[in-house]
């Protein structure tokens, strides 16, 4: 059974910072590209990083470059967001995803989320000004 266990959201105000954490299980995870999109109320979901597990390669949509960092910790199969100098934008339920054998480049999942085979439950992100 494939199983996606994010952890690590909160509350935090402006400016500082949050670490999720997305344990995976039931797929090969060194084929897999594992991304996190997230989806604020009313707004449609956004992918906003993916790493590509096998050579670490990673990408991230504008919107957080520069403030979040994604890796990895193979031997715990566990892919983290870091992320710094949040905004109350970033304001969100964030999802981890993956796809096993990974088909596409991070940047093509990072513009088509869909893609993804797998997906998490999510856990909530609150950035208050």
């Known amino acids: 059974e494939v199983q996606l266990e994010e952890s690590g959201g909160g509350s935090v105000q402006a400016g500082g910072s949050l670490r999720l954490s997305c344990t995976a299980s039931?797929?090969?995870?060194?084929?897999?590209?594992i991304g996190w999109s997230r989806r604020a109320p009313g707004k449609e979901r956004e992918a906003v990083s993916c790493?590509?597990?096998?050579?670490?390669?990673?990408d991230f949509a504008e919107s957080v470059k520069g403030r979040f960092s994604i890796s990895s910790d193979n031997a715990k199969k566990t892919v983290y967001l870091e992320m710094d100098n949040l905004k109350p934008e970033d304001t969100a339920v964030y999802y981890c995803?993956?796809?096993?054998?990974?088909?596409?480049?991070?940047?093509?999942?990072?513009?088509?989320?869909?893609?993804?085979?797998?997906w998490g439950q999510g856990t909530q992100v609150t950035v208050s000004s």
């Open positions: 995803a993956a796809d096993s054998p990974m088909l596409y480049d991070c940047s093509y999942y990072n513009g088509a989320s869909y893609q993804y085979e797998y």
């Open positions: 790493i590509r597990i096998s050579d670490g390669r990673r």
């Open positions: 039931g797929f090969t995870f060194d084929e897999s590209a």
